[in-house]
């Protein structure tokens, strides 16, 4: 019924002003080049960051643009439409904003620098740990101290606050590589100053938890979920990433 109603609206343009008329040609491409706004409102709703691969994002957005390249930059066009290299310009910036929300999705998280009330809750695999999880079992599985590892200090809370901020260097086994994991454990009693922000979240990009409280290298469980969605030690179903 809609395609129905813009056939007919479409039709009916050719008697209106010329400047209506590129307006509502305008509004028809601008709606038609937002494909990829579903996408990024799934990814934050799912809390997933990697849905799409890359190749076809970019091809996607390469044929949909190339019709619309045709009628707004080629003079001789079929349509006998006036060429706009303006409009162009911006329906070109837009799907390149999506594509840019997207690959920030994939760095940063399908949730960052959104509020956190806005989206149901969903697994975060990238979670803050902290030592005062301990006897509330919300470090995972098997993460130990390492006294000899060296202890990561925080420079940037010394020279506002005065305070260093420590981060315990915590190792396991990652299962799927056979190879050591460390990572950076705050000291109980101690504030995060990084957990809201870009180096935070970057900062925990190097591992990942699992509902069942094992964990492992990003690069290694992200490969794993590509074939099946369940933990590699105890075989527990696994949220989509």
Known sequence: MCSTLILF?????TGWRPSFRAA???????????????????????????????????????????PI???????????????DWSSFAFLAGWVWLQIVILVAQ??????????????P????YHPILREDNIEAAGLPIGLVATPTSPVAVDRTSKRSGGEEKRHNIYSTQCV?????LEVPVIRAGDDDPTAGGVAGVLARRSYMVTPCRHIFHSDCLEAWLRFRLQCPICREELPPL
């Not at 994939?106 to 989206?119: A, D, E, K, T, Y």
């Open 9 to 13: 609206l479409t039709l009916a343009t």
């Open 24 to 66: 509502y040609f305008n509004l028809l491409a601008l709606a038609y080049l937002s494909l990829w706004w579903p996408q990024i409102h799934r990814n934050a709703y799912r809390n997933c960051r990697r849905a799409l691969a890359w190749p076809f994002v970019v091809g996607q957005s390469v044929l949909r643009m190339a």
């Open 69 to 83: 390249g045709y009628f707004y930059l080629v003079k001789d066009n079929f349509a006998f439409a006036e060429p």
């Open 106 to 119: 994939s760095i940063l998280g399908p949730r960052f620098g959104v509020p956190q009330g806005w989206m």
């Open 121 to 124: 809750e969903a697994w975060e």
């Open 176 to 180: 799927v590589c056979r190879e050591n």
